[in-house]
């Protein structure tokens, strides 16, 4: 029988081993602040609603919010984008909508809410703020009227549940109605006229009701 060939063992190699191995692991970076983006939203609200936007810088929202410049420039790339979002977040309030039985209860319950927040400092420049920069931004102008229609649909709500129980007549114009306290308060801060308080509630609800024949 003839003897089959053996290869030569091969000589003892020193086995490979990872570059990475004996070398220290790199430390991973500061987890992502989680809060960051709702503090730099809230400070950007606030400070556009103190000083208008030309008068706000990125500099500004990043000290308040306690957050670098290079942090809030990560998450929007300028000014006007920041601004955008904390506007959006300031649209986004809840309105009640009230269902006492009666549309003149429901009417007073919902104009007294809008009325109070008109006539804080906050409220007030809120509403001159946004009317201004939905001029010059047409991002933000769909922010204002989707906030206006909000309202609106709210209104008639109340308006057509008074008319389902017959406390309204059924041929009422409804965007008439709607659109009522809405023009008054747009005209008064446009002209720089004292907006309606709450004390004014009752008599405004019974103009409307008076006008639409109820």
Do not use: C
């Amino acid at each position: 029988m003839t003897p089959v060939a053996r290869l030569p063992e091969p000589a003892n190699r020193p086995m490979k081993t990872s570059r990475t191995e004996g070398r220290p692991q790199r430390r991973r970076g500061r987890p992502r602040d989680v809060t960051a983006d709702e503090r730099i939203l809230e400070a950007a609200g606030q400070l556009i609603l103190e000083r208008g936007f030309d008068k706000v810088t990125v500099d500004d929202v990043a000290a308040l919010a306690r957050a670098g410049k290079a942090t809030v420039y990560r998450r929007w790339a300028s000014k006007e984008d920041l601004a955008v979002a904390a506007l959006e977040q300031l649209y986004h309030q809840e309105l009640p909508v009230p269902d006492t039985g009666s549309v003149r209860e429901d009417l007073k319950v919902f104009y007294d809410h809008v009325l109070e927040f008109a006539n804080t400092s906050h409220g007030l420049a809120y509403i001159r703020m946004t009317m201004t920069e939905s001029l010059r931004d047409p991002r933000v102008a769909q922010l204002y009227q989707a906030a206006s229609r909000t309202r609106e649909d709210l209104i008639e709500q109340l308006l057509r549940r008074g008319m389902e129980r017959g406390e309204l007549r059924a041929d009422l114009r409804v965007d008439f109605a709607v659109n009522w306290v809405n023009g008054l308060l747009a005209y008064s801060v446009v002209n720089g006229q004292p907006l309606p308080g709450p004390d004014d509630v009752e008599d405004l609800v019974d103009f409307l009701l008076a006008g639409i024949g109820a």
